[in-house]
């Protein structure tokens, strides 16, 4: 009988056990899944929230446009000019060097041989017609003035005996003979004196005041014509001789263009045509010039024959020896056209930025956009674009620095797509 108890109570018990287990077991499993629940939602709902937080950031921004500061601006180089035509069109492309005539430019030395006593100018120096130079000085300077106050002295009594002569002669009073010889001293005697005096206006010296008994110790050199110094070739001190070359001097404003047209494009060129070039240091300032003569011969490298043009050099920065290239208007047209630095090719599609003149930009900061364009022509370095009709013809165009604005651009939507 107790053993039957016994049995019976540890069957109870376990199946007591049992009955708790289960439950909590059940409820364990139950909050695990509302807590994991929770977490979906939870992050489902985060998950929502900053994909919304991100559509709205990203819709922010304006396609195609990047802002800049003033500095950066400056940073990466920026330049802009407003929009501008330009004659395009088919042409004759030619190059060239720029020339000046044999009557624009000296090469100055002395009348007479001597010592440079002072320098006036240096490499440079705007110069006026006339203007002196240097001096320089040497007895024999002195000398020839001498000589010249003697026998203009000397002349004066030669005159008055050829005269008395001559009246003597006349009455028939003195011989042939001594008229014939007073004649004769006074004229051999008026042509040295005569060219005693070319002489020292020649040298730039007064006969008259040499005359009247002034002698001048150094002569100036003077320049015969205006414009600049390119050379000085001497220097304090120096003996220069009648055929030593102590400046060189040249008129920049008569400057001219000797271009080499090629044979086959010479029954093009007709005098008076319009050429428009530019130089190396100044490639995107596009210059005229008119076809002033054509050449008879050919030079034989290459065979091209040369054509001279006429250009206006006011601001006198041409210079001689600069190498141009140009063309020779054929069938022109106008239309609109920038540097070809300013346009930026993606693919088959061309695009140039323009400045966003947005008042109610901040201070000190710049907006640009980049419009799509279509482009034609490319001459002398510009290239003719087609514009969108929304595109202001006032605008202002990025020539210089372009693709680093384009680079920022893709760096900003690059940063903002983290």
Same mark, same amino acid.
């Given at each position: 009988?107790?053993?039957?108890?016994?049995?019976?109570?540890?069957?109870?018990?376990?199946?007591?056990?049992?009955?708790?287990?289960?439950?909590?077991?059940?409820?364990?499993?139950?909050?695990?899944?509302?807590?994991?629940?929770?977490? $979906?939602?939870?992050?489902?709902?985060?998950? =929502?929230?900053?994909?919304?937080?991100?559509?709205?950031?990203?819709?922010? =921004? *304006?396609?195609?446009?990047? #802002?800049?500061?003033?500095? %950066?601006?400056?940073?990466?180089?920026?330049?802009?000019?407003?929009?501008?035509?330009? /004659?395009?069109?088919?042409?004759?492309?030619?190059?060239?060097?720029?020339?000046?005539?044999? &009557?624009?430019?000296?090469?100055?030395?002395?009348?007479?041989?001597? /010592?440079?006593?002072?320098?006036?100018?240096?490499?440079?120096?705007?110069?006026?017609?006339?203007? +002196?130079?240097?001096?320089?000085?040497?007895? @024999?300077?002195?000398?020839? %003035?001498?000589?010249? %106050?003697?026998?203009?002295?000397?002349?004066?009594?030669?005159?008055?005996?050829? #005269?008395?002569? %001559?009246?003597?002669?006349?009455? !028939?009073?003195?011989?042939?003979?001594?008229?014939?010889?007073?004649?004769?001293?006074?004229?051999?005697?008026?042509?040295?004196?005569?060219?005693?005096?070319?002489?020292?206006?020649?040298?730039?010296?007064?006969?008259?005041?040499?005359?009247?008994?002034?002698?001048?110790?150094?002569?100036?050199?003077?320049?015969?014509?205006?414009?600049?110094? @390119?050379?000085?070739?001497?220097?304090?001190? @120096?003996?220069? !001789?009648?055929?030593?070359?102590?400046?060189?001097?040249?008129?920049?404003?008569?400057?001219?263009?000797?271009?080499?047209?090629? $044979?086959?494009?010479?029954?093009?060129? &007709?005098?008076?045509?319009?050429?428009?070039?530019?130089?190396?240091?100044?490639?995107?300032?596009?210059?005229?010039?008119?076809?002033?003569?054509?050449?008879?011969?050919?030079?034989?490298?290459?065979?091209?024959?040369? +054509?001279?043009?006429?250009? #206006? /050099?006011?601001?006198?920065?041409?210079?001689?020896?600069?190498?141009?290239?140009?063309?020779?208007?054929?069938?022109?047209?106008?239309?609109?056209?920038?540097?070809?630095?300013?346009?930026?090719?993606? !693919?088959? &599609?061309?695009?140039?930025?323009?400045?966003?003149?947005?008042? $109610?930009?901040?201070?000190?900061?710049?907006?640009?956009?980049?419009?799509?364009?279509?482009?034609?022509?490319?001459?002398?370095?510009?290239?003719?674009?087609?514009?969108?009709?929304?595109?202001?013809?006032?605008?202002?165009?990025?020539? /210089?620095?372009?693709?680093?604005?384009?680079? #920022?651009?893709?760096?900003? *939507?690059?940063?903002?797509?983290?």
């Amino acid at each position: 009988m107790k053993n039957i108890l016994l049995v019976s109570t540890v069957l109870f018990t376990l199946m007591f056990m049992s009955c708790n287990d289960a439950p909590k077991s059940e409820l364990g499993h139950n909050e695990a899944e509302g807590v994991s629940k929770t977490n $979906e939602a939870g992050e489902d709902a985060h998950g =929502e929230e900053g994909h919304n937080e991100g559509e709205e950031e990203g819709h922010s =921004e *304006e396609e195609g446009v990047v #802002e800049l500061t003033k500095q %950066q601006a400056e940073t990466i180089g920026l330049e802009m000019k407003p929009l501008e035509e330009r /004659n395009l069109g088919n042409n004759i492309k030619v190059t060239g060097t720029l020339e000046l005539f044999p &009557q624009d430019k000296a090469n100055i030395s002395p009348f007479v041989g001597g /010592n440079v006593s002072s320098i006036k100018v240096i490499p440079g120096d705007n110069v006026k017609k006339g203007q +002196v130079l240097a001096y320089i000085e040497h007895p @024999d300077i002195i000398a020839m %003035q001498q000589d010249y %106050q003697e026998k203009n002295d000397e002349l004066v009594f030669l005159k008055q005996d050829f #005269e008395r002569k %001559q009246t003597l002669y006349d009455k !028939g009073v003195s011989s042939g003979k001594e008229f014939q010889m007073a004649q004769s001293k006074f004229r051999s005697t008026t042509s040295s004196v005569n060219g005693l005096r070319a002489q020292l206006r020649l040298l730039g010296i007064n006969p008259e005041k040499v005359a009247e008994g002034q002698i001048y110790s150094a002569v100036p050199i003077t320049t015969p014509i205006s414009g600049y110094v @390119d050379e000085v070739m001497i220097s304090l001190g @120096d003996y220069v !001789g009648t055929q030593s070359k102590m400046f060189s001097i040249s008129d920049n404003s008569k400057i001219y263009v000797n271009f080499k047209v090629y $044979e086959k494009d010479i029954k093009q060129i &007709q005098k008076g045509q319009q050429i428009y070039f530019s130089t190396a240091s100044h490639p995107d300032e596009l210059l005229k010039a008119t076809v002033r003569s054509i050449g008879k011969t050919f030079n034989t490298d290459p065979k091209a024959i040369e +054509v001279l043009a006429d250009i #206006e /050099n006011k601001d006198k920065n041409l210079l001689p020896g600069m190498y141009v290239e140009g063309r020779i208007v054929q069938g022109e047209k106008k239309g609109f056209a920038v540097p070809e630095a300013a346009i930026i090719k993606e !693919g088959e &599609q061309s695009f140039i930025f323009i400045l966003d003149e947005d008042e $109610e930009m901040e201070v000190g900061k710049m907006k640009f956009k980049m419009i799509p364009v279509t482009v034609g022509i490319t001459d002398l370095g510009f290239v003719e674009v087609n514009l969108p009709a929304e595109v202001s013809k006032d605008a202002k165009v990025v020539i /210089n620095g372009a693709y680093n604005l384009s680079s #920022e651009m893709v760096k900003g *939507e690059l940063e903002h797509g983290h």
